[in-house]
């Protein structure tokens, strides 16, 4: 199917940690992850043994029908790792079965059927988790989604007509008005990203989550925190929602919980993880063994030392994209947390979005330098750090280097 974008152009046979390998031998530095997804490092050899391992065990059982170690251990661990009172997970397949299966859980437990998302969100390519997608570019074709989901403006400071450019939490009261005008009170759930990573790697502002939370339960729903994208270390701390003193009340996972390997899952308290009852969901491969065994050990990797180091380098990436601001016209703004950090690129004074710069940057980037990296936002036009978290100082300097190389160029 000619559904391929981006680096279609060559293949990878082989990877290991920062850098990744064509057939031909050509290496290359990877600052993308697979889209977020191999923050352990591609290949880790803990992560590898560890499914390894486990192949010669057990494959597969369907957990949800024959209990096995590796489901029950992850679950527990995933307890112990998660903000708050998040006790028990139910494991799928993928990040946008993850958001599915957290509204399924809270129509379910709220006993209500309204959804509401943000724009330029996004939360997965299934009809479910693409009606809360805030984006049209993903929908083209593909209408009409589920029902009884609306949309509130996102905390994009940048582009932002009730701010100047410094962002307060007041943005978040504009789910008031939507729940007002565009549904019929009967709210089961606010569905957010904490940094949205398609849509340009938006940070919102401090006390924003807060003020969204509060809004769901007054009006009797719950509030989804999407950490799909954010989560095991990403940001600089296991889970975004932890930089905002928030503890969602259910909360998807999936890409770099297994460092590769896939797997997805959802995470609520007691009070709410019990709403489902017998035959409520079901996952015939979720929770896999092969996967949550690698789950785990990715979790000891994460622990011993990557998260840290996500933070630590995330610390000097941050000011030092920030210093293309002050050197380029193109470069809007740079923004991020931990190793999660896009760069907005612009046509001319008047903010246009620079499109085709950014692809021409990264085009610039992976042929004259061999550094592999991604492309989003809104209007295409954010180039995306998100590295495998174990990159180094210098590799790091290595890929900011050119990305300079590539704003020159494209001047």
Known sequence: ???????????????????????????????????????????????????????????????????NAPVGELAERIAEITPGNLQKTFFCNSGTEAVEGAVKLARKHTGNKEVVALEMA?????????????????????????????????????????????????????????????????????????????????????????????????????????????GYGRTGTMFASEQFDVVPDIMPQAKGIADGLPLGAFTAPAAIADSFEAGDHLSTF?????????????????????VENANRQGSWLGPRLAELEERYDSVGETRGLGLMYGVELLADADRTPAKKAATAVREHMRDEHNVLIGVGGYHKNVLRFQPPLTIDRAELERAVDALESGLRTAE
């Not at 152009?9 to 390998?21: K, L, P, Q």
């Not at 591609?42 to 369907?62: E, M």
């Not at 083209?140 to 939490?169: F, K, L, W």
């Open 1 to 67: 199917m000619p559904i391929a974008k981006g680096y279609d152009s060559f293949a990878i046979e082989r990877a290991s940690d920062t850098t990744m390998t064509t057939p031909e031998g050509e290496e290359y530095l990877d600052v993308f992850a697979g889209i977020s997804v191999t923050n352990a490092g591609h290949n880790d050899p803990a992560v590898v043994d560890a499914a390894k391992d486990q192949l010669d065990r057990l494959v597969h059982t369907c957990s949800y029908v024959h209990r």
């Open 286 to 306: 979720g929770g896999n063994p092969v996967c949550c065994a690698a789950a785990l050990a990715n979790i000891d990797q994460l622990e011993d030392g990557v």
């Open 122 to 230: 996004f939360h997965g390519r299934t009809l479910g988790s693409l009606a809360l997608t805030g984006n049209s570019a993903y929908k083209q074709g593909m209408a009409p989604t589920i029902n009884d989901v609306a949309h509130a403006p996102a905390p994009y400071a940048y582009r932002c007509d009730r701010c100047d450019e410094t962002c307060s939490s007041d943005c978040a009261d504009e789910l008031e008005r939507v729940i007002g005008t565009h549904t019929s009170g009967d709210l089961a759930a606010v569905v957010v990203e904490p940094v949205m990573g398609e849509g340009g790697i938006v940070v919102p502002p401090e006390g924003w989550l807060q003020r969204a939370k509060e809004i769901a339960h007054d009006h009797g729903g719950l509030l989804i925190v999407d950490e799909v994208q954010t």
